[in-house]
């Protein structure tokens, strides 16, 4: 089964098992998902409320918005799983001869690499929720308007969180060119995502 079908219960039993996956990067995709859920619900309760005609159209593309990163954020969960599996099936490729090690040692650089855009494009997917987010405490409806900073705090996890796990891949990757534009890629992401979750909590500053 994959994660994004099991029910709550069962999620964090796996993941409080020993088994190595979900690990962090999947549950930082959880946390984006629900970041773009709750930005999505404040969208629903928003269309139809008198005092918020102005916002309709706003409201009904957010929601769609952020039901749509939902979905894709639940599939990134169980992508990292995969990403993580790749990489340990390369780890337990043969290695009695020089060719056989020479042939694994490219697959498990293959496989890191992999393992790196992965958790990547997770943290690009989850900073999408910000504008939501921002959106969803301007212009959604005020008695939701936590539920608005929740969504850009969990954004925030999941940006920051999937980052973590491109980074420490990084580590052991030989390719220079790669590093480098997957580090650039990374503090460019980081400094957004703080600086938008801040900017979302600063709207509303009798709650700070």
Known sequence: MEMQDMNVRELIELTASNAPAPGGGAIAALSGAFGAALAAMVGSLTLGKKGYEDAQEEMAEMTDKGKNLAKKLLAAMDKDANSFNGYMAALGMPKGTEEEKTIRRAAMQDALKSASLVPLNTAKTAAEVFPLAEAAVKSGNRNAVTDGLVAAMMARTAVLGALLNVKINLGSIKDEAFVQELQAACG?????????????????PELK
């Open 188 to 204: 460019a992401l980081q400094e957004e995502a703080i600086a938008a979750e801040q900017r979302i909590l600063d709207l509303v």
